[in-house]
């Protein structure tokens, strides 16, 4: 019951020994998450003493890779040194990084991303809140404690919303919760998600959730219509954004009529999703939607 992350996951931290670092390890661990060391090269040899486990710290990826396992990285570092961690790792040969940071110039996004591609390393992020495969592992900053496994995945590009709709659909739970972020270029997108999702037997509905600003949407929207069978059911922040202004993340940005709230919904409607006109509406769009497959499934 998951994408990308599950409980055999074995999680770096690049980053780890900083005080968002050190906060959020310390989350990830409580939520189960098999975190096998950190990277700090100034910083190589020493362990970091979280609770009951002590956690090693490595002087550079491919170090821990090779004591450890190691396949997932979580990226801590501030903006200046993300495009040097990122390409560390994909040197290393990782095989899924989630990038936190947020502030990363886009130039250093444009790059990373396409030298982690050519090495076959996933990105996730910048700017994101990571991902979520509740009970089994956490990469990121996600609440654990809001929802519980399911039959759901979810696909956002707002981190803020993720939370709400995780634990408005607390009952039902989720398989994955992947927090791809907004800004103007990302690794993972939503089409990512919704293929994998798609290809995943425990997922029996996938949520998306856009925002104003750009194409992703309208792009996600002709894939659904040509490869998901899946329910999905949508929500797009920025209804009410007034014209003109910069709003939220940096990827929001609207010419005319494209990248609208209003343009996204209507292509998503179009290749058959519904579109929830608030996140809570969105939630019982689910509800109403698994019910009725339900119904569908008892003949």
């Known amino acids: 019951m998951a994408i990308f992350l599950t409980k055999e996951s074995k999680v770096l931290v690049q980053g780890m020994t900083g005080g968002e670092g050190m906060k959020h390890t310390r989350r990830m661990l409580a939520a189960g998450t098999d975190i096998v060391g950190g990277v700090n090269p100034r910083k190589a040899g020493r362990a970091v003493d979280f609770d009951d486990r002590a956690v090693p710290v490595f002087g550079s990826v491919g170090e821990g890779m090779a004591a450890t396992g190691a396949d997932v990285t979580v990226v801590f570092v501030p903006p200046a040194f993300a495009k ?13 990084a989630v990038v936190i940071t ?10 990373f991303h396409a030298y982690a591609a050519t090495k076959g390393t996933r990105v996730i992020g910048p700017n ?16 654990a404690d ?3 496994p399911g039959r759901i995945g979810l696909v956002s590009k707002s981190g803020t919303l993720t939370y709400q ?13 992947v927090g791809i972020g907004g800004d103007p270029v ?28 750009g194409d992703a949407e ?6 659904v219509r040509d490869h998901v069978t899946k329910p999905v059911v949508a929500y797009i922040a920025g209804f009410t954004a007034p014209e003109g202004k910069t709003m939220g993340h940096a990827g929001a940005i609207v010419s005319g009529s494209s990248g ?9 409607e179009a290749a058959g999703v519904r579109v929830g006109g608030t996140p809570t509406e969105t939630a019982r769009l689910v509800l109403t939607r698994l019910e009725s497959e339900r119904v569908a499934a008892q003949g």
């Open 84 to 96: 040097a961690a990122v390409t560390e790792a994909a040197d290393a040969g990782i095989g899924l």
């Open 102 to 111: 947020e502030g990363i110039p886009v130039h250093d996004s444009v790059a």
């Open 128 to 143: 994101c809140p990571g991902l979520i495969t509740p009970g089994q592992s956490n990469a990121g900053i996600i609440p």
């Open 146 to 148: 809001i929802t519980k």
């Open 165 to 177: 709709l995780m634990y408005e659909l607390r009952d039902i739970g989720f398989s994955t919760c």
């Open 186 to 213: 990302v690794g993972t997108t939503h089409i990512d998600c919704l293929a994998a999702f798609q290809d995943d037997p425990d997922t029996e509905l996938v949520v998306l959730i856009g925002e104003i600003g």
């Open 218 to 223: 309208e792009r996600a929207a002709a894939y």
């Open 260 to 268: 609208t709230a209003q343009a996204k919904r209507e292509a998503l």
